[in-house]
């Protein structure tokens, strides 16, 4: 089958393995732990959270909401990687189209709810320190729902009109150079014409509605945030800013991951590259690893829990 004289493929075939396949035994049971330690340490975070009262606030929830995001995406990428890794062999997996775009799906839609929902964590400690008298009315437990599904819903519609418009894309090429699917390099494989430039600025604005606003709406309440505790006490800032901190090390930790693989992705195209491949990897491991590290050490209130708990558990 030919598009404009270009031979079409239903299939992808992933060959940033072969940069890892003299390694891939090692790899995988360094995934596998990490995986492990993923899920654990994630589900051990919301756990504490959902089951103690006294962390039943706003923040929290947010909280708790990143992590689930985190625990989701990690259940999308690393079961699949490991699987990969054993049947890599030549260091080349073949995929189909449908199961390359399901993943690219929920990579773009759980990507762009981790923005939503630091920009909504964002909005909830810059309401907590600089209007603190109105905060119990602005934030009600309504409105935090209501947040928290306009920061899954809107990821997951965008996510999923711009999945469908890459799957009507006849593939010309079938190499890609990573080891999971996203949809801005399946539609790099398209045959080009005006299907691929409309998905191609649909998924811009995309891009710019659920990442790039998000993030000058974040710099935006932190900035703010700061600038009230400079005209405060030391003790008022200092408390401000400690429980800012965390939140400012997910959202940058997420943000260079992002920026690093947008920059090799304008510089290297599709060409391969080590370094493409290991920072497609670091894109996604680095947040799942560290997020629930950050917030189960740097909140004083979880590690209070998480201590109590592991210390109840060694001791029976």
Known sequence: MTSAGFNVTSSVTLVGFSSLSGHSSLLFFVF???????????????????????LHRPMFAFVASVLLNSLIASTVFYPKLLSDLLLSGAGLVQVSRTLCLCQGFFVSSLGGSSYMLLSAMAFDRYLSICHPMHYAVLVTPAKVVL???????????????TTLLASRLPLCRAQLNRVYCIIYSIVSLSCGGAEAQL?????????????????????????????ICLRRSRSFSSKALQTCLPHLLVFFNNSISVCLDLLLRRLQSNRESDSTVITSILMILVPTILNPVVYGLKLKEVFTHVKRLLRCRRDS
């Open 32 to 54: 596998l732990l990490l995986y492990l330690f993923v899920l654990f340490s994630d589900s051990l975070v919301i756990y504490i959270i959902c089951s103690q009262r006294a």
């Open 147 to 161: 947040m928290l599904l306009l920061c899954w819903m809107l990821p997951l519609i965008g996510g999923g009109v």
């Open 199 to 227: 998905s191609g600025i649909f998924g811009q604005l995309i891009r710019a509605v659920i990442i790039f606003l998000p993030t000058a709406f974040v710099l935006y309440s932190y900035a703010r945030i700061l600038f």
